[in-house]
C-alpha cells in the first residue's frame, strides 16, 4: 500500500479493507511507522523495520491512548535504536529487569529497615507451627508474650516472656552486644528461661539465615556467642525422685487429692514412666481393656504401645467418660486435664516429701525399675527413649507380652514397697484400702 501522510484526520477514517483479515497503512513521514486495522475494527499503531536481516515489527500501542504526535516520537525512537543495530524488544526487558531490581532493592532496604524481630519470630511460628507439638508452639508464644494479660487459673496477671524485650528491636540491630547484654540480665532474674530462649532465638534465626526474604539481614547469627553460653551457664542436673521409702507416703498423699481424675492421672504417670504430655492426651480408643495395651503419643517414633499394668487398669476404669480424653476437665477449653501441678505439690508437700516434679515421676520410674533389675532395654523402651546402640537399634524387636511381664513386675512391687494393695474380683479389679 502507498505510503500516506498520516494526519489526525486521516487515520481515525482508516478502515480494513474488504475481503482482508487486515490493512497497515504507512506514515510518508516517520519512516516505519503504520497503522493496523484488523477486520474486527482493532486498530493499533506499528513500527517496522530491518534488523539484522530481519523484519521486526513492535505494536506501539492503541490509537485512543497513543496519539498521534507521540506514535511518531515513539516511532522515531525505536527507528534511532535499530540504525544503532539494537532491538528494542532486548532494551525493554532489560529496562524492566533493571526497574524490577531497584524496586526490589528499595522493598529489601525498607524491610531490613522496619521489620523487628517480633515481626520475623511470628511468621516463623507460623511457617514452623505444621511440624512441632503443639507444647512446642506454646513454649515459643509464650517466649515472646508481652505479659500483664489475666490468667485462667490464678489471680496474677502474666508475666512478659525473656525475649519481650527483644521483640521490639529490628533484626538488623539483633547484634552479639546486644545478645550478650541480654543474657547479663536474663542471668540474675530467670536463667533457666533464658537458657531455653537462646536455644529457640538461636534456631529462629538460623530459619531467616536460609530465608530468601531475610537471608540478607541475618548474615551471622548473633546467638552463637560463648560469652552468652557463659552467663546463662549449664543447666543444673536435676535429681528429684522418688526413694523406695518414700512411696508410701506419696501413695496416699496423692490418692487423698479431692479430685480422681488427677489422683489418677499422678498414679499413672509414675507407673507408666511416660512424659507428663503422653499421658495427658491419652484418649478412650488408645486404651485396650481387653487386650490390656496403651497406645501413646510418642515425640521420637510418633506413637508406641506400652502395657496397660493391673493398677492402671483399675484406676482408669474408675474414670468418668466425659469426652473423648481418659483425663478429662469440664473447666478446660480443651476439655482435657490441663494443670495438674498444683495438686501435686499440695499432695508433696502435705506427705512432707521433698519438692518433686511431674517430670521426677518419669525419673522415678526408671530409677525404681532397677531394684527389680529390670533391663535398662525394657524400661528405656516402655517410657519411650530412643534406643542406644547397634544391637537395641538394629536387632532387639520386643513384643508387648515382654514388655507387659517385666512391666507388671515394676508395678506390682512400686505397689507392695507403697503398701497399696487390689484384687482382680469378677466384676473387675478394685482398690482395696491399705
Not at 492402671?312 to 482435657?336: D, H, I, K, Q, T
Request: net charge positive.
Amino acid at each position: 500500500m502507498a505510503k500516506l501522510n498520516f494526519t489526525a484526520d486521516r487515520v481515525k477514517n482508516f478502515e480494513c479493507a474488504l475481503g482482508k483479515q487486515q490493512t497497515i497503512y504507512w506514515d510518508a513521514k516517520i519512516p516505519g511507522l503504520g497503522m493496523r486495522i484488523t477486520a474486527g475494527g482493532a486498530r493499533s499503531y506499528i513500527f517496522e523495520t530491518r534488523l539484522g536481516g530481519k523484519t521486526l515489527r513492535i505494536t506501539i500501542g492503541d490509537p485512543r491512548v497513543w496519539t498521534l504526535g507521540k506514535a511518531q516520537e515513539e516511532a522515531t525512537r525505536l527507528k534511532v535504536q535499530t540504525d544503532q543495530g539494537l532491538d528494542p524488544r532486548q532494551l525493554k526487558k532489560e529496562q524492566l529487569a533493571s526497574q524490577e531490581a531497584a524496586k526490589a532493592a528499595a522493598e529489601a532496604a525498607a524491610l531490613r529497615d522496619s521489620i523487628t524481630l517480633l515481626d520475623v519470630w511470628n511468621v516463623y511460628v507460623a511457617e514452623r507451627s505444621p511440624h512441632w507439638s503443639s507444647h512446642h508452639v506454646a513454649a515459643h508464644r509464650k517466649m515472646i508474650q508481652v505479659g500483664g494479660e489475666a490468667r485462667k487459673r490464678s489471680p496474677q496477671l502474666t508475666q512478659a516472656g525473656p525475649l519481650a524485650v527483644l521483640s521490639g528491636v529490628r533484626l538488623v540491630d539483633l547484634s552479639t552486644q546486644r545478645i550478650e547484654a541480654w543474657a547479663k540480665a536474663e542471668a540474675l532474674a530467670r536463667p533457666s528461661s533464658g537458657r531455653l530462649a537462646i536455644r529457640l532465638l538461636k534456631a529462629c534465626l538460623n530459619w531467616c539465615a536460609a530465608h530468601p526474604a531475610y537471608s540478607a539481614i541475618v548474615t551471622t547469627n548473633a546467638t552463637k556467642s560463648a560469652k552468652v553460653r557463659e552467663t546463662l551457664g549449664k543447666p543444673r542436673v536435676k535429681n528429684d525422685v522418688l526413694q523406695r521409702e518414700q512411696l508410701g507416703a506419696w501413695f496416699d498423699a496423692v490418692r487423698q487429692i479431692g479430685n480422681p481424675v488427677i489422683a489418677a492421672y499422678l498414679q499413672t504417670l509414675l507407673l507408666t514412666g511416660a512424659r507428663r504430655e503422653e499421658i495427658a492426651k491419652l484418649r478412650w480408643v488408645d486404651v485396650d481393656f481387653r487386650w490390656q495395651g496403651l497406645l501413646l503419643n510418642d515425640k521420637i517414633e510418633g506413637s508406641r504401645e506400652v502395657p496397660l499394668t493391673p493398677y492402671v487398669a483399675s484406676l482408669l476404669g474408675a474414670l468418668p467418660r466425659r469426652n473423648e480424653w481418659v483425663f478429662s476437665s469440664p473447666a478446660a477449653a480443651s476439655g482435657r486435664l490441663a494443670e495438674p501441678r498444683i495438686a501435686h505439690n499440695q499432695a508433696v508437700a502435705a506427705a512432707g516429701l521433698p519438692p518433686l516434679t511431674l517430670h521426677g515421676l518419669r525419673r522415678s520410674f526408671a530409677t525404681l525399675s532397677e531394684w527389680i533389675e529390670t533391663p535398662a532395654g525394657i524400661a528405656a523402651q516402655i517410657q519411650g527413649h530412643a534406643p542406644q546402640g547397634v544391637r537395641e537399634q538394629k536387632y532387639i524387636r520386643r513384643p508387648i507380652d515382654l514388655l507387659r511381664k517385666w512391666h507388671s513386675q515394676i508395678e506390682s512391687w512400686i505397689l507392695d514397697e507403697a503398701n497399696v494393695t487390689f484384687e482382680a474380683l469378677a466384676r473387675g479389679l478394685h482398690v482395696v484400702a491399705a
